[in-house]
T-cell receptor, first 115, second 113 residues
Framework: AQSVTQPDIHITVSEGASLELRCNYSYGATPYLFWYVQSPGQGLQLLLKYFSGDTLVQGIKGFEAEFKRSQSSFNLRKPSVHWSDAAEYFCAVGVGEEYGNKLVFGAGTILRVKS | NAGVTQTPKFRILKIGQSMTLQCTQDMNHNYMYWYRQDPGMGLKLIYYSVGAGITDKGEVPNGYNVSRSTTEDFPLRLELAAPSQTSVYFC????????????FGSGTQLSVL
């Protein structure tokens, strides 16, 4: 079945360390790919998106993500994590008419930052 | 700019009660969505609308109804509330479809007891 998988439910990193959050999808064609962030008690905010072209995309707050077609992955990275990055991160995939023309979210990864 | 505004922020309902979650946006977006968020499950689409007068079911529509009489407003109605509807509800809007950025409201935390 088609799905969006974020294999890590929780990740804890030290402040200043690098971060990588994983996302894999199982839709056939290259979909629209997004990363959103949700701070406690807030709605979701778009970090970055990929449609086509350069497979490394830059987003807000120093985040970047790399699309790898061969692995059906769109992993989120940050070179140096700040305490304010503690939040929940959602990968989302926009799929076309053959899959119902919808945006499908992964289950989310909770990031904890330790000082 | 207000963006997407949801009310109320919190609500407790008794089983069998009804309520309407309000959502309004001031960005003149055509597309509006209702999601529910349950721990460890991500966001599930309840209903969506591509314009005034047009609504359609998402992944989990049972127990809910919507209407879209204006571009700005997209209320979600819960009839005969059940404990399974305890969740956080988010309204979102976008200019276009699945390729567009979503703008989210701050959510409504609903408990059905």
């Amino acid at each position: 079945a088609q799905s969006v998988t974020q294999p890590d439910i929780h990740i804890t990193v030290s402040e200043g360390a690098s971060l990588e959050l994983r996302c894999n999808y199982s839709y056939g064609a290259t979909p629209y790919l997004f990363w959103y962030v949700q701070s406690p008690g807030q709605g979701l905010q778009l970090l970055l998106k990929y449609f086509s072209g350069d497979t490394l995309v830059q987003g807000i707050k120093g985040f970047e993500a790399e699309f790898k077609r061969s692995q059906s992955s769109f992993n989120l990275r940050k070179p140096s994590v700040h305490w304010s990055d503690a939040a929940e991160y959602f990968c989302a995939v926009g799929v076309g008419e053959e899959y119902g023309n919808k945006l499908v979210f992964g289950a989310g990864t909770i990031l904890r930052v330790k000082s | 700019n207000a963006g997407v505004t949801q009310t109320p922020k919190f609500r407790i309902l008794k089983i069998g009660q009804s309520m309407t979650l309000q959502c309004t946006q001031d960005m003149n977006h055509n597309y509006m969505y209702w999601y529910r968020q349950d721990p460890g499950m991500g966001l599930k689409l309840i209903y969506y609308s591509v314009g005034a007068g047009i609504t359609d079911k998402g992944e989990v529509p049972n127990g809910y109804n919507v209407s879209r009489s204006t571009t700005e407003d997209f209320p979600l109605r819960l009839e005969l509330a059940a404990p399974s509807q305890t969740s956080v509800y988010f309204c979102a809007s976008s200019y276009g479809g699945v390729s567009e950025k979503l703008f989210f409201g701050s959510g409504t935390q609903l408990s059905v007891l």
